[in-house]
């Protein structure tokens, strides 16, 4: 069974800075692109960033300015989100959740088949 | 503001067929499959619909996708009070770097 575990919200000063963690299990994590994708309270969805499966191709939402490293460990199962000079637009909720991509009668596809529970970050003095 | 259109709400007797718009341009929708989610009350988003009409396992076929042009929709026919949620068109865009894009969400309320 896939599983993706999110931890290491919590609540932050603005201008501080948090690290979220995603333990992955019941697949082969080193051959999946990985996201992570947002959620401000009563909000919609928002694409954050995304890393390839051995981390040559990384991609981050342009709102975010360099502020957020998305990283993975592949021998240890698990996707991270290093979050600096956080501000109060930054409060969410976090989720990783896996790629799936390809290729089908020639035209690309891409989408995210598993999403994990999520964890909050919340940014307030 | 989102890339995606989609209305901010739907609602719908038991039974009734309601239908979710999402609407995009060539960059995304134009070039590239659609995928709906649907994210229950308090829930974690749960891919509903993938590559524009296909289902994964588990999903009723009471829940059905289409596309057209820079276009799509999400169907839900025979509408049950357990469908409703928020629901979330996205698609990969090439104008951003590949990135992914949602639709601001539709909330479907069973009346």
């Known amino acids: 069974e896939v599983q993706l575990v999110e931890s290491g919200g919590g609540l932050v000063k603005p201008g501080g800075s948090l690290k979220l963690s995603c333990a992955a299990s019941g697949f082969t994590f080193n051959t999946y692109r990985m996201n992570w994708v947002r959620q401000a309270p009563g909000k919609g969805l928002e694409w954050v960033s995304s890393?390839?499966?051995?981390?040559?191709?990384?991609a981050y939402a342009d709102s975010l300015k360099g502020r957020f490293t998305i990283s993975r460990d592949n021998a240890k199962n698990s996707l991270y989100l290093q979050m600096n000079s956080l501000r109060a637009e930054d409060t969410a909720v976090y989720y990783c959740?896996?790629?799936?991509?390809?290729?089908?009668?020639?035209?690309?596809?891409?989408?995210?088949?598993?999403w994990g529970q999520g964890t909050l970050v919340t940014v307030s003095s | 503001q989102s890339v995606l259109t989609q209305p901010p709400s739907r609602s719908g007797t038991p039974g009734q067929r309601v239908t979710i718009s999402c609407s995009g341009t060539?960059?995304?929708?134009?070039?590239?499959?659609v995928n709906w989610y649907q994210q229950l009350p308090g829930t974690a988003p749960k891919l509903l619909i993938y590559t524009d009409d296909q289902r994964p396992s588990g999903v009723p076929d009471r829940f059905s996708g289409s596309k057209s042009g820079t276009s799509a929709s999400l169907a839900i026919s025979g509408l049950q009070s357990e469908d409703e949620a928020d629901y979330y068109c996205a698609s990969w865009d090439d104008s951003l770097n590949g990135h992914v894009v949602f639709g601001g969400g539709t909330k479907v309320t069973v009346l």
């Open positions: 890393i390839t499966s051995s981390s040559p191709y990384i």
């Open positions: 959740a896996r790629v799936q991509e390809g290729f089908s009668d020639s035209s690309p596809y891409y989408y995210l088949d598993y």
């Open positions: 060539n960059s995304n929708i134009g070039s590239n499959t």
